[in-house]
């Protein structure tokens, strides 16, 4: 069984210009949630999605976005990238909401300069 | 927000020592989540729990659910040198509102020393 995959895995931006990255879930799973993690800041929770619907959301700004397809694949967009986007961003997937228990993918490492 | 505090921060210990790492919160969480990051991959979920005073075990890893619920408790025996790694604990609040919405503690760096 597949886990769940994140593409790409790294990925270099200037400032100002705009990202999308990709995450495939294991073959069932219908919830996707996405995480930042950082040195500083550690694992931050950005939002969930579930039933191509955003069912919960962190503290990011609107510069964050995200979306799921009915086929449950989830992309991320951050758009005016910043220098401190600079993470590896996280996708989880769980088999539904309320299941607690996530598989998380490799990440994409994201560097902005 | 929900804050965890994880400690210790990072530990060197000697292979076959056993280990303790503990996470503690101000507010009540409804799940308890173990995991373990190694460099250059996502967090594997260890052990999760569900219940206030629950034990669980994994091969060597015990995790425990606080009674208070605002405490857990992850103890690994016997160290080997691939349980080195980053421990992170995670907790949740109300899986039907808050569903996939983990708050993480800042991690246990573990070092084992052959």
């Known amino acids: 069984k597949a886990g769940v995959t994140q593409t790409p895995r790294y990925l270099i931006k200037t400032r100002g210009q705009q990202v999308t990255l990709s995450c495939s879930p294991i073959s069932g799973h219908r919830s996707v949630s996405w995480y930042q993690q950082t040195p500083g800041q550690g694992l931050q929770f950005l939002f969930e999605y579930f039933s191509e619907t955003q069912r919960n959301k962190g503290n990011f700004p609107g510069r964050f976005s995200g979306r799921q397809f009915s086929n449950s694949r989830s992309e991320m967009n951050v758009s005016t990238l910043e220098l401190g986007d600079s993470a590896l961003y996280l996708c989880a997937s769980s088999l539904y909401r309320g299941h607690t228990e996530a598989f998380f993918g490799q990440g994409t490492r994201l560097t902005v300069v | 927000g929900q804050q965890l505090n994880q400690s210790p921060q990072s530990m060197f210990i000697q292979e076959g020592e056993d280990v303790s790492m503990n996470c503690t919160s101000s507010?009540?969480?409804?799940?308890w989540l173990w995991y373990k990051q190694d460099p250059g991959e996502g967090p594997v979920l260890l052990i999760a729990?569900?219940?206030?005073?629950e034990l669980t075990s994994n091969g060597r890893l015990t995790a425990q659910f606080g009674i208070t619920r605002k405490d857990s408790f992850l103890n690994i025996s016997a160290s080997i040198p691939s349980d080195v790694g980053i421990y992170f604990c995670a907790g949740q609040v109300d899986y039907n509102t808050n569903a996939g919405k983990s708050t993480f503690g800042d991690g246990t760096t573990l070092t084992v020393k052959p």
């Open positions: 729990l569900y219940k206030a005073g």
């Open positions: 507010s009540i969480f409804n799940t």
